[in-house]
Structures are given as structure tokens and as C-alpha cells.
């Protein structure tokens, strides 16, 4: 032997170095990007115990007016999506200055789509009745889903900053300005739900009001922190630039496509939620309680996602093709990592968390088994979430879309029909649909990252 490196040991050095590299990376953005997209579920969350703790009819109305209001503010995210996208590409090409145009033209966009959101929920009772709900459901779900309504300017203002910093790699102003909201909500559905200090007992509405005025928290606090950060001037942030609509299309593109792909998934596990309140309030409650534990760990995967969109849009950004493709199956690796602990956590400890969300007997046993299926379904669902979010960072966006159109409005909704009524199932039936559309999703994802990577490949 002449001690000269091979060609396979500079390549395994490579591996080992970006891996170490790609998995320091992820962990030091995914935590506080999950505990700031957790926090928005934390406060779904802290409105379901504290509602449920009170009375399940008003958890009912909560749960409903939650079921058509979920898909808007997620689309409408979604629109902003290409904020982090193009921000993370303008931060692997080093051009700091471009990052800060983004973000500027972003706010106005994300506060006008907030006002159509408004617009909207305000004809929350009539969007239920056509829904097919009952009239109490209706009437009652309603009036929480136009004041959930008026919290949405201030969350997607919030989102399109987080957005923004997330892709230049600050995510920690982020998480501590959500842990500040989401005590000031705690604190106010203590008074608002209950009732005292001059204030009558508001249930499930005063819940909705907590978390709106918290909304508007979020919002305010991030954009100040933006403008007085102290290198503001280096990402031009108080520069005012003239920005004709046509030049930012890219930006709006990405959003589009992303809209499409977060849309029709909220659109789809909305109609769950239609068809749990077919089932009466007991049914919708106890699927409430479920979906929240999984929305819940879906913010592990939403976390670990949007890390490896930054990641792997750092490398595309840079046209490193192979560091791309690394990033992109590490993030997918790690997430079924930390998503297969949480989720055998979840279902080891099924009973209790039931119990830790209502004092309703019979409701913790009609919604245990509900939350051990989401324990199961979490690391496929958490899966295709990551995947989505990898094929974004690639700035490849209308296919993926497509292909989550196939899964959760061809599939998800039609087989949760299938099992839940039809079959007889119950809320059981939804989340199993659930589990064996993320099974359907996810390869369809990874196939078409995998030729992608391929194609690269071949290009590099």
C-alpha cells in the first residue's frame, strides 16, 4: 500500500463530515422552530384542556369552529411559505441584502391575506350550516370561528417574520417571543373562560378571544424585534424599496403551490372533522382530543421539516447538489428517529393523556384509543411532512403538491368515510385513514425525491 487516500475514503470522509455537520444543523434549528410551531398548538391545546375541563358541550363548539377555520389559516401560511424558501437561497448565495427585500415585501402581503381570512370567518355560522352541522353546532361553532377570525392578520404576521429569520438561521428571538404569548394565554383563559373579576363566564368564546389577543402578541413582537434587531441595517430592513408586483412572482409561486399542498391537507382532515360531528358531540369532542395530540407531535415533524428546507435550500442554493440530496435524507432520518420515541411514548401513556385533557369519564375512554392511534401514525405522517417540506427547500414545489392532492383528497377522505361510517368504525376509523394515507403520501414523496437526486446526480 502507498498510503495515498482513495477516492472512497475522500468520499466517506465527505459523508461522515456533512452528515456530523447536517445533523448539528438540524438539531440546533429544529428545536426552537418546534417549540415556536408548537406553541401555536400548545395554545390550541391549553384552549382544549382548560374548555374540556369546564364543559364538553362548549369543548364541542370549540372543536367545531375550529374544524373549518384550521384549513384557512393554514392556506394562507402556506402563501407565505416562499418567504423562508427564497430567503434560505439569498442566505446560501450570501446575499444578505436580498433576504431583507423579502421579508419587507412579505408583511404587507401576509396582513392583507389576514384581512380576507377575517372577511371569511365572520360567515362562520353560515359556512357550518352548509357543512351540515346541527343548528346548536352551527350557531355556537360559529361565533368561535369569527373571533378565531380576528387573530389571523396577527398570526401570519408572525408566521412571514418567523419565516424570514428561520431562513437566515435565527429561530431562537422566535421561540421566546412564543413561550411570552402563550402564558399571556394561559393567563387570560383562566379569566375569560371561568369568568371573574367583573367578567362573566365566556367558555369556549373567551378561550377563542384569549387566543386571538395573543395572536396579535405574536405578531407585534417579532416585527419589532426585526426592526430594532442590531444588524438590521446589513439585511437593509429599514430600507423602503419600490417592488412592482411582477418581480416577485417566484416569491408568491412558491407560496401558491405550497398553499395548494398545506390546503388540501387541512381541507381534508377538516372533513374528519365534519364527520365526527355527523357522530354527535361526544364523537367530535373525543376526536378533538385526538387530533390534538397529533397535531401536537406533527410539530416535531413540522420542526425537523422546516430545518431541512433551510438546509437543503442552503445547499441547492449553493448548487451542491450531493450535500442536497444528504440533507434531505438526513432530515427524513431524524425525524423517524425522534417521532418513533414520541410516538411509542404516546401510546405507552395513552390512558393518562386522555385523562389529562377532560374530567369526563366517558370521554377519556372514547377518546384512549383514538390518541394510541395517533402514537402509531405520527412517524408516517411526521414523514411525509418532512419530505414535503425537502422538496420545498429544492424549490420544488407543483409536484409534490400533486401528489399530496392524490393522498389526502383522493384517498384520506373517501377511506375515512369508508371506515368511520360506512364500516362502522366510529372516530376510530379517522385516524386509521389517517395512518394508512401517511403510509401512501410518504412513498410518493421519497420516490420523487430519490429521482430528483438522480437527476442531479447526472447533472453534476
Known amino acids: 500500500m502507498n498510503g495515498n487516500p482513495t477516492s472512497a ?48 358541550p362548549e369543548l364541542a363548539y370549540m372543536s367545531i369552529g375550529s374544524a373549518l377555520i384550521i384549513p384557512i389559516m393554514l392556506i394562507s401560511m402556506g402563501l407565505t411559505m416562499g418567504t423562508l424558501v427564497l430567503t434560505a437561497n ?77 431562513g ?10 412564543m413561550i411570552a404569548a402563550n402564558l399571556l394565554n394561559f393567563a387570560l383563559n383562566g379569566w375569560f373562560i371561568s369568568g371573574g373579576w367583573g367578567l362573566e363566564a365566556q367558555g369556549a368564546i373567551g378561550a377563542t378571544w384569549a387566543t386571538s389577543i395573543s395572536r396579535w402578541f405574536l405578531g407585534g413582537m417579532v416585527i419589532g424585534y426585526i426592526w430594532w434587531m442590531k444588524d438590521q441595517a446589513r439585511f437593509g430592513i429599514r430600507i423602503r424599496r419600490r417592488t412592482p408586483w411582477a418581480s416577485w412572482s417566484d416569491q408568491r409561486r412558491l407560496g401558491y403551490a405550497t398553499a395548494l399542498s398545506i390546503g388540501v391537507e387541512a381541507t381534508a382532515f377538516a372533513a374528519l372533522n365534519i364527520f365526527a360531528g355527523w357522530m354527535g358531540e361526544a364523537a367530535v369532542a373525543a376526536y378533538s382530543i385526538g387530533i390534538n395530540v397529533l397535531s401536537l407531535l406533527f410539530m416535531i415533524a413540522l420542526g425537523i421539516g ?56 366517558h370521554l377519556v375512554e372514547f377518546a384512549q384509543p383514538l390518541i394510541f392511534l395517533c402514537g402509531l401514525a405520527i412517524v408516517l405522517d411526521g414523514g411525509q411532512a418532512v419530505m414535503a417540506n425537502v422538496l420545498r427547500g429544492r424549490k420544488d414545489v407543483w409536484i409534490p403538491s400533486g401528489l399530496q392532492t392524490l393522498s389526502y383528497i383522493g384517498l384520506l377522505i373517501p377511506l375515512s368515510w369508508t371506515l368511520s361510517i360506512y364500516l362502522g368504525h366510529g372516530p376510530n376509523g379517522l385516524f386509521e385513514a ?23 446526480r447526472a447533472r453534476s
Open 9 to 56: 475514503s475522500y468520499d466517506r470522509t465527505w459523508l461522515i463530515t456533512r452528515l456530523r455537520r447536517h445533523v448539528s444543523e438540524l438539531v440546533r434549528l429544529a428545536a426552537p422552530i418546534i417549540v415556536s410551531r408548537a406553541g401555536i398548538l400548545v395554545m390550541a391545546a391549553v384552549d382544549t384542556v382548560m374548555v374540556g375541563q369546564y364543559s364538553t
Open 90 to 166: 439569498s442566505h446560501g448565495a450570501n446575499d444578505t441584502f436580498n433576504c431583507g427585500a423579502i421579508w419587507r415585501r412579505s408583511v404587507p402581503y401576509a396582513f392583507g391575506l389576514g384581512l380576507v381570512a377575517v372577511g371569511i370567518c365572520y360567515f362562520g355560522p353560515f359556512w357550518l350550516a352548509l357543512a351540515g352541522q346541527s343548528p346548536r353546532l352551527a350557531t355556537e361553532g360559529g361565533a368561535v370561528m369569527r373571533v378565531m377570525g380576528f387573530g389571523l392578520p396577527g398570526y401570519l404576521l408572525f408566521m412571514t417574520s418567523v419565516f424570514f429569520l428561520e
Open 168 to 177: 437566515v438561521r435565527r429561530p431562537l428571538p422566535c421561540m421566546f417571543i
Open 306 to 361: 422546516v430545518a431541512s428546507s433551510v438546509r437543503v435550500g442552503i445547499a441547492y442554493g449553493r448548487r451542491d447538489y450531493p450535500d442536497t440530496a444528504l440533507a434531505g435524507w438526513t432530515g427524513i432520518g431524524v425525524s423517524t428517529l425522534c417521532l418513533g420515541l414520541a410516538g411509542t411514548l404516546v401510546c405507552i401513556f395513552s390512558a393518562e393523556i386522555s385523562s389529562f385533557y377532560t374530567s369526563d369519564q
Open 434 to 456: 389517517i395512518l394508512l394515507t401517511s403510509v401512501f403520501a410518504l412513498s410518493l414523496l421519497a420516490l420523487r425525491f430519490y429521482g430528483l437526486c438522480l437527476g442531479d
